[in-house]
């Protein structure tokens, strides 16, 4: 299975952005569908996690109330709706999958089997 991750860019302080990360296939493999991102000399961040069976989603601290997931099953696509941009979310923003969801290592890149491109977003103040 590929992901393919899009729709970065470069927008304002308080602006939104919406990434898509497309699944080349519905596999067990992709049950779980995850964002990160990756700030210059940062360590890699969780943002959210998807879970499609039960539609469970976390958010990570620094994102909630801000930013949202959402899904197309039928084009085995999830988004990442992110409102009210602030600076600090400016990043390469990665999707990955796991097989399976776990309370206690959904945030830890690791874990994850696969993972898509990347696609900058800029926030300019």
């Known amino acids: 299975v590929q992901l393919q991750a899009s729709g970065g860019g470069l927008v304002q302080a308080g602006g939104s952005l919406r990434l898509s990360c497309a699944a080349s296939a519905r596999t067990v493999s992709t049950s779980v569908m995850g964002w990160f991102r990756q700030a210059p000399g940062k360590e890699r961040e969780f943002v959210a996690v998807f879970t499609r069976s039960t539609g469970r989603t976390v958010y990570g601290d620094s994102v909630k109330g801000r930013f949202t997931i959402a899904r197309n099953d039928a084009k085995n696509t999830i988004y990442l709706q992110m409102n009210s941009l602030k600076p600090e979310d400016t990043a390469v923003y990665y999707c990955?999958?796991?097989?399976?969801?776990?309370?206690?290592?959904?945030?830890?890149?690791?874990?994850?089997?696969?993972w898509g491109q990347g696609t900058q977003v800029t926030v300019s103040s």
């Open positions: 990955a999958a796991r097989p399976y969801f776990s309370s206690t290592t959904y945030s830890e890149p690791s874990m994850y089997d696969t």
